[in-house]
């Protein structure tokens, strides 16, 4: 049955990733609209989290405008290279994990670029999105944990990047 669990779970992480980036972004406010009461109590006390990093990553964040902050959000999901991506990349995968809740928290503020009230979810989106709310809360951070781990770069072993400079 084990196996079964991590298959799907790993089905569904890589239905996510197969999203168009804003299409994963929705998805991502969606399911913390949905959970992320559930999600919350998780993160910040994981054994692994780091909120002073997490946090110091999110006020880099908060001095941006808008779009500069939504073009950062979409960097990372497609792993380009900054100092911002790399800085995410070395964090553990549970504080990738709180970065990403707590920029949704700031996006209710609108200190972090809002949510689109009139953006709509495709329909693979969605497919997804009524899979992982079946899942089991374990699954479900599981598959959260997984869908971060890997934006973002990881600056030990990034290439040097001769468009960026690092």
Do not use: C
């Not at 049955?1 to 406010?29: H, K, P, R």
């Not at 979409?74 to 964090?91: P, Q, T």
């Not at 495709?122 to 997984?146: H, N, P, Y």
Request: proline fraction near 4%; avoid cysteine.
């Amino acid at each position: 049955m084990t196996y079964t669990q991590s298959n799907t779970a790993n089905e569904l992480l890589q239905a996510f990733q197969g999203l168009e980036t804003d299409q994963q972004l929705a998805l991502f406010w969606y399911i913390y609209k949905e959970m992320g009461d559930s999600i919350t109590p998780a993160a910040p006390g994981a054994s692994t989290v780091s909120p002073d990093i997490a946090e110091g990553l999110l006020n880099q964040v908060l001095e941006m405008s808008h779009e500069e902050q939504l073009q950062l959000q979409r960097d990372l999901i497609e792993r380009k290279n900054s100092l911002i991506a790399r800085e995410y990349g070395a964090m553990s995968d549970t504080t990738k994990l709180l970065f990403w809740y707590r920029l949704a928290q700031e996006m209710e503020t609108n200190r972090v670029v809002p949510f689109p009230a009139n953006y709509d979810l495709s329909e693979q989106a969605q497919q997804v999105f009524q899979q992982i709310k079946q899942l089991d809360f374990g699954q479900q951070i599981t598959v959260f944990r997984d869908y971060v781990a890997p934006m973002g770069v990881d600056p030990s072993t990034a290439e040097h990047d001769s468009e960026t400079g690092l």
